[in-house]
């Protein structure tokens, strides 16, 4: 699994209507890589969309690599799933696709891995709780 790196602190404005959460009333989502930021309304991302990214380390469309070979070259043939919004080459699906699909795209991941965010879900629900009771653990030691 991929690292966050470390000291990437989040933009505290959108990268698209450059408001805060707070004037703005919305939850941002962040890049992992660069912290560039944006509500999701100002991303047109969906309410499933939103949940589903938030599920792991989003890259920004700036950062963001294919899946499958990890590289960011060729953004012509880069497709984003319309569904988790990670990014794909066309020429790395299996098999590869000739051109851009009409309508809505779903990746590997979504269509055939449901088991793969419910892992993901429950991994996340697992860390927050972990999170919580590592601070409750540092309170207790301060006291």
């Known amino acids: ?37 944006g509500h999701p309304s100002c991303l047109q991302f969906s309410d499933a969309l939103t949940q589903r990214v938030k599920l792991y380390q989003w890259e920004c469309i700036e950062c963001k690599k ?19 919004d990670k990014g ?15 309508g809505h795209w779903s990746c590997l991941y979504c269509v055939d891995g449901s088991s793969y965010w419910k892992n993901k879900s429950n991994s996340s629900r697992l860390l927050e709780k972990s999170r919580k009771s590592k601070k409750s653990d540092k309170a207790s030691k301060r006291k």
């Open 88 to 102: 794909f080459h066309m020429s790395c699906l299996k098999p590869p696709l000739d051109g851009e699909p009409d």
């Open 1 to 37: 699994t991929r690292k966050r790196p470390k000291h990437v602190k989040p933009d505290i404005l959108c990268s698209f209507c450059l408001q805060t959460e707070d004037e703005r009333g919305e939850e941002m989502i962040s890049c992992c890589l660069c912290g560039a930021s």
């Open 66 to 84: 294919c899946e499958l070979c990890r590289n960011s070259g060729d953004d012509a043939t880069l497709l984003f799933c319309d569904d988790c």
